[in-house]
């Protein structure tokens, strides 16, 4: 993921659907970056000192104001994000499911063992929160990536300062104000701000950053957090393994799932590779399947100029020989803005920089191996372990072949599917942590052993 640079004291919000400018914000400094910390570092006793229930029933009410004004949510992130209205409702429903679902499991007390595990002891183990998390989430899921972070630190017991990518502020503002209300002051707040903003807040005094965005980055916060906890998703370069006997609707599944959100998805697939037989009836079919999918119409534009010209080189660059763009729709088109249509390249090397880097784009590459086994090599090939899909009808095959994936996240014959009861997270280039499922709590809480001597020697006493 990219986003866009600058030093300016106040940021230009661009609409992505029509390139022009909407609106101004002013990015978080020194000042406000302290301001936020220290009311966050205030409010966090009180958070802290509910018991799960009182801090279950505030979130159960935040996820309701989400709802309620659910018209208001949708247009802020269509207004940053250009996103068609049904992606955007969807994804609003998601974010008020999973502060349902934090409210709910940090209830469970979910804990190693305790008990008399050692002769004449009583033990057992506290889950504390770690303070103020610093959470930096990126543009292409402006409120859903903020839930996926907030939410179980929250419900864990910590307090929350975010910061919004640049160029969408909107929603993650409105959820802080309405946090305000369900959760009580400094318990969740919205820090807009540019790159210099994010790094004053991982160099701040908060007791762990939570970071989604571009590997780049994602070292430099890990840097700058030094011995503090850091939870990082940085992107991926998901392969799709499709086998000859793959179901008759895996093209089109592929071309919905990369072309959902503009295919600006860590977790979208991006490299379909299948046998050397079934090779040119894939990229037929393929390119079929994308053609039916129409920017304007289907789904959004690219989120901002820099994430449009950096696709754009990618494009360029590629030594594929078959190269297939969709249309964009002619009212999309007109109306100026960052999008681009559904595109297939096929007949590439294999260290074509359209394979070997994240494309974050609609895009889908073309590739054949010899068999199974080098199909497995090639889709473990690159640095990014984020997440991956396998397709035939063969389902004992199919969860073979996804069990030896490298990948936090598999799937069989689908691909995007998703729900907060089950964990998603990278391996390699892609990251460190978790983030969904009741696992993500552990991810903003650290362990106590209490251990208590039962009976005292009465000589000691």
């Known amino acids: ?52 229930r009182e801090r279950a029933r505030r979130l159960e009410r935040l996820a309701a104001l989400v709802e309620e004004n659910a018209d208001a949510y949708v247009a802020r992130e269509r207004a940053g994000t250009g996103k068609p209205a049904a992606e955007a409702a969807g994804e609003l429903e998601q974010v008020a499911d999973l502060l349902r679902f934090y409210a709910s499991a940090a209830r469970a007390q979910l804990a190693p063992a305790a008990g008399r595990l050692v002769t004449g002891h009583e033990s057992w183990v506290r889950w504390e929160p770690l303070g103020v998390v610093g959470v930096i989430v990126p543009w292409n899921y402006p409120l859903m990536m903020a839930a996926w972070r907030c939410a179980p630190a929250l419900a864990a017991g910590n307090v929350v300062v975010a910061k919004p990518a640049e160029t969408t502020p909107d929603a993650l503002a409105l959820l802080a104000d309405h946090a305000d ?16 903003t994010g790094r004053m807040l991982v160099e701040a005094a908060v007791d762990m950053v939570a970071f989604t965005g571009s590997e780049a980055a994602g070292t430099d916060v890990a840097a700058r957090a030094g011995a503090r906890r850091v939870s990082l998703e940085l992107g991926g370069n998901a392969p799709a393994v499709v086998l000859p006997d793959a179901p008759e609707d895996t093209w089109a599944e592929l071309a919905r799932a990369v072309t959902y959100n503009a295919g600006q998805s860590c977790a979208a697939p991006a490299r379909v590779i299948t046998l050397r037989d079934n090779y040119e009836a894939a990229v037929e079919h393929l390119t079929r399947a994308m053609a039916q999918r129409v920017a304007g119409r289907d789904f959004g534009p690219l989120n901002n100029a820099d994430q449009a010209a950096r696709y754009d080189d990618l494009v360029a660059a590629s030594r594929a020989k078959r190269d297939v763009v969709a ?77 030896r994936l490298n990948a936090g996240e598999a799937w069989v014959n689908c691909h995007l599917v998703q729900t907060a009861e089950l964990p998603h997270g990278g391996r390699g280039a892609s990251g460190q942590g978790t983030d969904l499922s009741v696992l993500a709590l552990h991810e903003y809480q650290r362990p106590k052993t209490v251990t208590a001597r039962l009976a005292l020697d009465p000589a000691r006493s």
């Open 181 to 196: 209300r369900a959760l009580g002051p400094g318990v969740l707040q919205a820090l807009p701000g540019d790159r210099t």
């Open 1 to 52: 993921m990219s986003n866009p640079t600058s030093g300016a004291a106040t940021l230009s919000l661009v609409d992505p659907r029509t390139g022009r400018v909407r609106g101004v914000a002013s990015p978080g400094r020194e000042e406000e970056v302290g301001h936020a910390v220290a009311a966050a570092r205030a409010a966090w006793p009180a958070w802290r000192a509910l018991t799960p």
């Open 327 to 403: 249309a964009v729709a002619p009212g999309a088109g007109e109306a100026g803005g960052f999008w681009r249509g559904a595109r297939v390249l096929a007949d590439l090397p294999d260290d074509d920089p359209a394979v070997v880097r994240e494309v974050f784009g609609p895009l889908l590459t073309v590739q054949w191996a010899p068999d199974v086994e080098a199909a497995l090599r090639m889709a473990c090939g690159v640095p990014q372990a984020l997440a991956a899909s396998v397709w035939t009808r063969d389902i004992g095959l199919g969860l073979d072949v996804a069990g």
